[in-house]
């Protein structure tokens, strides 16, 4: 056990898995399946490897105990704490994450307490030297998911179901403890809740208010601290139909957490504003007595506001009981992923040094979660990676696991992408005119940059990719250098020299390159010069100074004779000078830089230009011109955007080799022109379907050079590529109009 006296003097690192098991309809939706994790017992030796002192695990009511009459089944369970207690990581067992527990009952059946504190025995008495627990993970939270906004079982939609569900999960936490403590005397209560502030124009501050009375009212309960002087007893025991005896039985059981969690995401603070003209219908709700838009205040708000730190203050303030950080997760992209964990870190530190008795700080989902963009109300595929990439066998160590190493060591995690704000402080980010805020709901102004700004350096300012990954970099607020050839020419050892010298950067990406395949036949030595000598020293230039590089090859490496799409580890044979050349630089920059990254890609659409294969397509069908696609050669089509997003997220995690990134589809020319046709609604009568013969190709091409990957699937698919072709093409139409 770790003790609750003396605050400590440093905060300790913690890890989590995302074990949510919701239910929508009859369908129940199991985190740990998807993940993985269920059938890896070696990813507690992962978890271990990052220095965590104590772990946030899962023993899963609805997995362990899925009926009543059944034995429970440990399973893997026991041999994943066994070793986690082996190396001196202490163990926060989570029995009901986000769930209505299983099929025979529900958060609205009057014996789910009963039934919850009977597993929670059962857990105790297999597992009597666990001595933390969260028996049930965010019933504020989940109340509202499944009795209030409908969208978890029991799909409720007032504050009667809403209400019945909050209180079956704090009555069932006080049994389960109960139980738990006649095995373990000494057993501590870790009880979480999503902890923010709500912030509000001055017509709404009654709300505001309600929302941040109503955000305590998990440890309220548990404390027996709900009386009739409490704030919200009238509206509990009005609107929401509680009998008076049900609050007074906490009174009189009283269950106050040990240790309060607090989690924290960027959404946690929130903003209403009855204009709601200013905001995305999404938003848009009501409390019947006003209509408003609800909405995460750094998408509106023109200051910063405290964030985890005043929640973390507000918490220690009100209950004086030991805190941690325990769970702080982001759906973005990794270097916001970075910028989110060294925010909440040094808020966390900032609340500690302030005199809050903050003893952790809980990096979530280790690997990854699924779906939680839709809140887990369909299985769509949308992953987020964590510490751990879960769609490479093994897992993958991001730059996340890094940070965890660094941190759980003592000392300062940096990374050159800390030298910019995450998207949440961008001027980018706002839907409207940015709202001012009474200055008592302001917090500190945004620290400045940790690290110094050194840049990405981009070669090939006049490609496709070169500005692709310029407009990326700028959308994700990543510091970059986009040059021509007059500043950076990659086949001239003085040019290169002199262009690290002066932009000092900490990657460099190689966008330049010879790429008309057909005219590389006759101009051979410019393709060489291009293709192979500028790669060649820019990885003799980066090894010599320690810079990462990123260059990128081609499916015309492969000869076509396969069946099935090439992965990374297959032998390269080319058909063509400018495959050839592909195949010679890959060979001469890892034996020059064996950290560099090389990327195989393929096809390429995209919708900042022009001459690519879709737009012309689409260009030709709509001024009614005849388009000529081949009929026999198999490709895998990459959409340049996600192209350039996943490098990135390589480049930052520090991953080397060779990689396939497309969007794995493989299908003929004219098979992806018809599709492409459809989503336009495009006739495709002048579509002509044609053997490559017909359309006088000069260099030879592979019959089928489809990419997959062996290492991971990174990239959405076709499908996704095409939608956000589309409505990328649309929006860049609207900004034109």
């Known amino acids: 056990m770790f003790p609750l006296g003396a605050k400590p003097a440093e905060i300790e690192l913690w890890g989590g898995i995302e074990a949510t098991v919701n239910r929508v309809g009859d369908v129940f939706h199991s985190q740990l399946a998807r993940s993985g994790h269920d059938v890896r017992p070696d990813d507690i030796e992962r978890c271990i490897s990052l220095g965590i002192r104590a772990m946030r695990y899962p023993i899963l009511w609805e997995r362990v105990a899925p009926t009543p009459t059944a034995s429970a089944n440990w399973g893997a369970t026991d041999a994943s704490l066994a070793l986690l207690r082996q190396n001196g990581v202490r163990v926060i067992a989570g029995l009901l994450h986000h769930g209505s527990g299983p099929a025979h009952t529900s958060l609205v059946d009057p014996d789910f307490p009963a039934h919850f504190a009977r597993y929670a025995a059962t857990v105790a008495r297999q597992y009597p030297w666990i001595g933390h627990y969260t028996p049930i993970n965010e019933p504020l939270t989940t109340a509202r998911f499944s009795g209030l906004y409908g969208l978890w079982y029991p799909h409720g939609r007032n504050e009667q179901l809403f209400a019945k569900a909050l209180l079956n999960q704090c009555r069932g936490t006080v049994l389960a403890m109960r139980e738990i403590r006649k095995v373990n ?57 509680v009998d008076a005896s049900d609050l007074a039985w906490f009174a009189d059981n009283p269950c106050a957490a040990d240790l309060i969690g607090i989690n924290h995401y960027v959404t946690s603070d929130r903003f209403l504003d009855e204009r709601l003209q200013r905001y995305p ?20 708000l023109a200051d910063p506001v405290a964030g985890l730190q005043a929640a973390l203050t507000q918490a220690w303030q009100r209950y004086r009981r030991p805190l941690a950080v325990t769970e702080i997760h982001i759906d973005a992209t990794r270097d916001d992923h970075l910028r989110w964990i060294k925010e909440t870190w040094d808020a966390a530190q900032a609340a500690h040094s302030e005199g809050a008795d903050v ?5 979530w989902a280790l690997f990854g979660s699924y779906d939680w963009n839709c809140l887990l109300t369909a299985n769509n595929g949308y992953y987020e ?79 496709t990719l070169g500005r692709a990954f310029a407009r990326i970099c700028a959308r994700r607020g990543l510091v970059f250098e986009l040059l021509d050839r007059n500043a950076l020419d990659i086949a001239d050892e003085a040019s290169v020299a002199q262009a690290l010298a002066r932009h000092a950067p900490w990657a460099v990406v190689n966008a330049a390159g010879y790429v008309r395949i057909d005219q590389a036949e006759t101009e051979v030595d410019r393709c060489l010069r291009e293709n192979v000598i500028g790669p060649q020293v820019l990885a003799t230039a980066c090894a010599r100074s320690g810079v990462p590089l990123v260059v990128f090859s081609s499916d015309m490496v492969f000869d076509g004779r396969s069946a099935a799409p090439y992965t990374e580890t297959q032998a390269t044979d080319p058909l063509n000078v400018y495959g050839r050349s592909k195949a010679d630089a890959e060979a001469r920059v890892l034996a020059r830089h064996c950290d560099a990254l090389v990327v195989r890609t393929s096809s390429f659409f995209g919708p900042w230009d022009t001459v690519n294969f879709v737009a012309l397509l689409l260009q030709a069908l709509t001024d009614g011109r005849v388009f000529h696609a081949a009929s026999d050669i198999t490709v895998s089509p990459t959409y340049v955007p996600h192209l350039v997003e996943a490098t990135l997220d390589l480049l930052i995690d520090g991953a080397t080799g060779i990689w396939h990134l497309t969007n794995e589809q493989a299908l003929t020319w004219s098979e992806f022109a018809r599709i492409a046709a459809d989503r336009a609604r495009l006739r495709t009568t002048l579509l002509n379907a044609c053997p490559h013969a017909d359309l006088h190709w000069v260099a030879r091409r592979p019959a089928y050079s489809a990419l997959a990957s062996g290492r991971s699937r990174l990239m959405p698919g076709l499908d996704q590529a095409l939608d956000q072709f589309f409505a990328e093409r649309q929006a860049s139409v609207r900004i034109a109009a």
């Open 185 to 241: 005397a000494d057993a501590q209560l870790v009880q979480t809740e999503d902890l923010g502030t709500t912030y509000s124009t001055p017509k709404l501050a009654y709300q505001a208010e309600f929302n941040n009375q109503l955000r305590w009212l998990t440890w309220d309960l548990l404390s027996g601290a709900v009386s009739k002087s409490h704030c919200l007893w009238d509206w509990l025991t009005g609107a929401c139909a």
């Open 359 to 363: 003893r952790a700080y809980t990096i």
């Open 385 to 463: 990676p964590g510490a751990f990439d879960v769609r490479a066998t093994p897992p993958r160590e991001t730059a996340v696991a890094g940070a965890m190493r660094a941190l759980a060591g003592g000392s300062t995690f940096s990374h050159p992408v800390l030298a910019r704000p995450g998207w949440w402080h961008r001027d980018d980010r706002f839907f409207c005119k940015p709202v001012k805020v009474p200055k008592e709901g302001i917090g500190p102004a945004r620290s400045s940059a940790a690290v110094p700004a050194r840049p990405i350096l981009i070669s090939g300012a006049n490609g």
């Open 281 to 300: 219908a999404r938003y848009h709700g009501s409390n019947g007595r006003d209509h408003y838009a609800d909405i995460e205040v750094s998408r509106c």
